[in-house]
């Protein structure tokens, strides 16, 4: 791992076929049958009969359906318990479509440690590499074992048996444990695209307003580069830090030591060693933000998720005169959120409780550029009659703001009168041009608390550019 710190400051989709791949490949994931390229899979092992107790190979026997274009890769990761003990890799010299299979064929193989073993070709045009493990421990503790089957691109049934050659010959089933959460939007998953909705700091008095900035690398075996561009709230300029990370590791700053006297959010991009965005859905991150509460003396302390966005396809975003543009459309990454909400919205009355929203439009260069927009609020609650009441006001956004929630002019209904003493409510707010919109709120009094504020719905395409100069970890 290295970390280093630029101070750089800047003021008809597809075709029919596709298509149809694209849905019978829903169809299989959502039966459990079969994955997607953008799916990760985890399978546990089962005995069917008697193990081998000095086993030749482990073989996984391939499902019926098979369609994947040149250049495919299947990866599949032995793991025991969540440490990755060998590999074995399928490559595709050419485009392979087989609907019925039969009879199988090796397209997973492992063998004991210092064997010499020919995987040889197993499927038409493609090349199978043998990873090397202690297969008798794989044969006394099978159900310590899992496979994490990855898929570059096309669509390909799970497997389902697995054959250890040996004396006996014995079968181990395969069952579908786990799909990877990269598939579903939020903040609750992996992605190759992190927003950090907040992060603050300050010079004179850090151990006051500092945030914390943690990014994981969750895969067992690969390496990673990532961009950071940092966000000033008031001004768009941008800040770049790049970051090399290991598999399986975290890594964490002070934004006190990057960024001091910032308030802003962090857009997290995974690429190659040219700058270029790629697909690689495995990072996560957390800001840990804490600050003084307004109004009220007191403090926000919070740990907000990073909002993951999963790349859909594989492959580079290409370098196009220096900048490269992700399209954010549920076919190159996830959709951006469109309406939020804030839920939970405590009484603001007699200074009880002192809450926050942090809102911002995603810059669309990352070179640095000026995202104003306006905002549509709508706050809805209780009466004292039991109706709901709801009551408008309207917002703008620049960069990046902070509305205390106290000071928000609210019509017909004022906060006050909807939010008096005991009561809560919450906000929905939405951009007047339906582009993305995304933020946080803070709490402070009877609770501390923070949360990024949740998507009613999706914005239909968005696009961010991203600057491409080379990353390099000394």
Known sequence: MALVAKRTLFHPKFDTLLTVIFLLASVLTAKGEGAFFDDALYCSLTPANTLPQSPSSLLVQSPSYINVPAGTSLTVYLMKGDKLMSISKLSFGQALFNERLLPPVPIASFVPKGAQVNSGQPLPGANLSAGEADLKDVMAFPNLYSFLWILSKGVIGTPGRAIATGTPIGFVDLKLAAVS???????????SVLF????????????AENTRVNITNTNVASSVFVRFFLVNGSTCGIDTIQLCLEPQQTFSFLMSDIDPGIKGYIVAVATNANGEPIQFNWLIGTALVRQSAPGIGGSFTAALNALAIAKRIDGIVPNVNGSAEMIFDDLNYDRLPGPIAFEGVPTQSNAANSTVFSLYRPVQDLTGLTANTSLRLTASAKNSQNQIVTTNGNLSVACYNDFVVSALRLTPTSLAQLLPSGA??????????????LGAQLNTGEFNSGSNARPLSFSAEYKIRVPVSPVTCP
């Not at 959460?181 to 992605?191: C, E, M, N």
């Not at 809560?424 to 919109?437: C, E, H, K, M, R």
């Open 181 to 191: 959460a990269a598939t579903i939007l939020g903040d609750q998953k992996p992605g």
């Open 196 to 207: 950090y909705n907040r992060y603050t700091s300050s010079v004179s008095n850090p151990s």
């Open 424 to 437: 809560n409510g919450w906000f929905s707010i939405t951009t007047t041009d339906l582009v993305p919109i």
